[in-house]
């Protein structure tokens, strides 16, 4: 069995908003005590307090403050589990060495959701709505029907609108019929994806209007006046347009994921850095800058669901080195579009550097393209 997650949009009435509203706030002042009662516990007695003492805490606060009365105390729970989970994956950093980041408290703007862990206990869909504990029936978009059984839930404040992710429990994916086809993909400063095969997918031009969109509604908050409503409305207007684009922007990668996933049985990537990417200038203008990381997640997710393989190579010298006999362009930079070497070789710069990746990954072999469809990728609005 695997887990999907199936997003909706609510409409919640006014006194549902204040509902909902209220157990944001509730549940966000759980987490911040047994935040701080974790911290001192530390700090003062050099002991360390655990998830058993927050649903203690969670417990205590339902009972003494009548403004918890309406919260369900699962929502509580989701809370300290939320620190839990914040303090385990800061274990982890501080264990491989990262900049460890302690957990912080959470203010209004930090967050944004609530939780609920068993349906029909707190939360269920009753007809076309969605019955919410402490705060009642609240109208859906079901804009695609979801699947499966619905185990838990969050309920999501976004940019001043309502969502709730229904995690569904569904029946494992079949994997699709092999194809015999592989191949290698560059992640590149004047293609944004070339393949091994030497096909090519540009930046699409409405990401950059949408950027410059962005940077307008930005400087429009920056204008409006401190405290006042101007500014909220403005603000709301920034907030939208960052989901706007980030919506834009999966939307283009998973469609970008499925046509690869379909057609390819072995794809093969650079394993990028993020922090590496984002130093770059050139591409810092470039979808994949705040893209890639969510690229390979879902390359990789996918993949796995469909049964195909994804491989990471080292991307040390892909574009540097000759994809035919190995050697080494001394002296080649950003403005070299094409790669010639004493071999023969005269090729487009990210194409070679496809064919190098493909072949770091071990898969050598050309591919047979008969039966494909000539153009791979189908990116309707580029
Ligand atoms: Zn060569």
Redesign the pocket.
């Known amino acids: 069995m695997a887990i999907r997650t199936f997003q909706y949009r609510l409409y919640p009435t006014q006194s549902q908003k204040k509902a909902l509203q209220l157990q944001l706030d509730v549940s966000r002042y759980v987490y911040n005590m047994a935040l701080e009662e974790r911290k001192l516990a530390w700090e003062l007695e050099g002991k360390s307090v655990g998830k058993r003492e927050g649903y203690l805490l969670a417990k205590q606060y339902k009972k003494t403050f009548p403004q918890a009365k309406t919260v369900h105390s699962h929502v509580l729970q989701v809370a300290i589990e939320d620190l839990d989970k914040a303090y385990k994956s800061f274990f982890r950093r501080v264990k491989a060495g990262e900049d460890p980041g302690y957990p912080r408290f959470k203010s209004y703007k930090r967050w944004h959701s609530i939780g609920f862990k068993q349906y029909g206990n707190g939360f269920q869909v009753d007809g076309r709505r969605l019955k919410v504990s402490g705060v009642g029936r609240i109208k859906v978009r079901w804009h695609r029907p979801y699947q499966g059984e619905i185990k838990t839930c969050r309920i999501i404040r976004k940019a001043g609108r309502w969502y709730v992710s229904l995690m569904c429990e569904v029946a494992d994916p079949v994997p699709l019929p092999k194809t015999g086809c592989v191949v290698g993909i560059d992640m590149g400063i004047n293609a944004l994806i070339t393949t091994s095969e030497g096909e090519q997918i540009h930046n699409p031009r409405w990401y950059r209007e949408a950027q410059s969109e962005l940077r307008r509604k930005q400087r429009r908050l920056q204008r409006a006046q401190k405290d006042g409503n101007q500014r909220k409305k403005k603000l709301l207007d920034v907030q939208r347009q960052h989901e706007h684009v980030k919506n834009q922007r999966r939307d283009f990668f998973d469609k970008l994921v499925y046509d690869l996933v379909q057609t390819y049985d072995v794809i093969a990537i650079e394993d990028l850095k993020i922090k590496n990417m984002v130093k770059n200038r050139h591409l810092s203008k470039s979808i994949l800058d705040a893209g890639w990381g969510y690229f390979k997640q879902r390359l990789i997710d996918k993949a796995a669901d469909a049964g195909r393989e994804v491989v990471l190579v080292d991307p040390a010298y892909t574009s540097k080195s000759?994809s035919?006999?190995?050697?080494i362009f001394e002296g080649l930079t950003l403005t070299h579009r094409w790669v010639e070497?004493?071999?023969g070789?005269s090729l487009d710069r990210d194409h070679n550097a496809a064919l190098n990746i493909l072949k770091r990954a071990g898969r050598v072999r050309e591919p047979e393209r008969s039966g494909l469809p000539q153009a791979w990728f189908r990116s309707p609005r580029l």
């Open positions: 000759c035919n006999c190995g050697a070497c004493e071999c070789l």
